[in-house]
C-alpha cells in the first residue's frame, strides 16, 4: 500500500531564517506531486505540483521554492522566510494512473514564523 | 472557469442528527471527478469519495451517503445519524484533467454530544 510522509511535524522559525520541508512517498512509481498551503481556518492554496523528476509548476510567485530531486521525493524551500508563510503546509500525491484521480495527503507541517 | 462552492461556513447539529452538506461546481469540461474530503482537527485531509461526470449513481458507504445531480452541478454529501466523531471540516473538489485541483473553501461541521 501507498504511505506518504512529511517532516517536521511542527516547526517554528525566525522571519529571515531559511526553509525545507520535505516529503516521500511510498508505494508508488511515478506519482504526481503536489504542495498546498492552508492559513488558519481557510481553504487550501495549491503552490506547486510536479509530474515528474526535476520538473516543477508554480502557482504562486512568492519566495517559496520547490524541487523534485527523486521520483517520490518532493521538497519546499525558502531562503527567507516571512510572516506570512506561517501556516499548515500539505503535500499530495496521486497515481499518474488517468483513472485514479484522487489525491491523498500526508499528515502536514505546521509552520510558525515569528 | 472551474470553480466550487461550499455555502455553508460551518454547521452545527445534536448527536444523532442527519446533516447535508452542500456542494456546487461550476466546469465547461465534459469530463471531470468530484471528490469530497475530511479533515479532522489532526489535520490531515482524508479521502472520502471520487465520483466522475458520467457516473450520476448515488452512492452510499455507512452513515454516509452521496448525491450527485448533474442538472443542478451539485455533490451533496448527508450524513446520517451524525456522530461527535464527526466533527471535522469537509472540503469538495473538482478535477478536470489539467493536474489542478479546484477546491471548495470547506464546511466545518460540529456535532455536539
Known amino acids: 500500500s501507498q504511505t506518504i510522509h512529511q517532516w517536521p511535524a511542527t516547526l517554528v522559525q525566525p522571519v529571515g531564517s531559511p526553509l525545507s520541508l520535505e516529503c516521500t512517498v511510498e508505494?508508488?512509481?511515478?506519482?504526481?506531486l503536489y504542495w498546498y498551503r492552508q492559513a488558519a481556518g481557510r481553504g487550501l492554496q495549491l503552490l506547486f505540483y510536479s509530474v515528474g523528476i526535476g520538473q516543477i509548476s508554480s502557482e504562486v510567485p512568492q519566495n517559496l521554492s520547490a524541487s523534485r530531486p527523486q521520483d517520490r521525493q518532493f521538497i519546499l524551500s525558502s531562503k527567507k522566510l516571512l510572516l506570512s508563510d506561517s501556516g499548515f503546509y500539505l503535500c499530495?500525491?496521486?497515481?499518474?494512473?488517468?483513472?485514479?484521480?484522487?489525491?491523498?495527503f500526508g499528515p502536514g507541517t505546521r509552520l510558525t514564523v515569528l | 472557469a472551474q470553480k466550487v462552492t461550499q455555502a455553508q461556513t460551518e454547521i452545527s447539529v445534536v448527536e444523532k442528527e442527519d446533516v447535508t452538506l452542500d456542494c456546487v461546481y461550476e466546469t465547461r469540461d465534459t469530463t471531470y471527478y468530484l471528490f469530497w474530503y475530511k479533515q479532522p482537527p489532526s489535520g490531515e485531509l482524508v479521502f472520502l469519495i471520487r465520483?466522475?461526470?458520467?457516473?450520476?449513481q448515488n452512492e452510499i458507504s455507512g452513515r454516509y451517503s452521496w448525491n450527485f445531480q448533474k442538472s443542478t452541478s451539485s455533490f451533496n454529501f448527508t450524513i446520517t445519524a451524525s456522530q461527535v466523531v464527526d466533527s471535522a471540516v469537509y472540503f469538495c473538489?473538482?478535477?478536470?484533467?489539467?493536474?489542478?485541483?479546484?477546491f471548495g473553501t470547506g464546511t466545518r461541521l460540529k456535532v455536539l454530544a
Open positions: 473538489a473538482l478535477y478536470s484533467g489539467t493536474y489542478k485541483y479546484i
Open positions: 499530495a500525491w496521486r497515481s499518474w494512473r488517468t483513472e485514479y484521480n484522487e489525491q491523498f
Open positions: 465520483r466522475n461526470s458520467f457516473d450520476e
Open positions: 508505494g508508488t512509481s511515478n506519482p504526481n
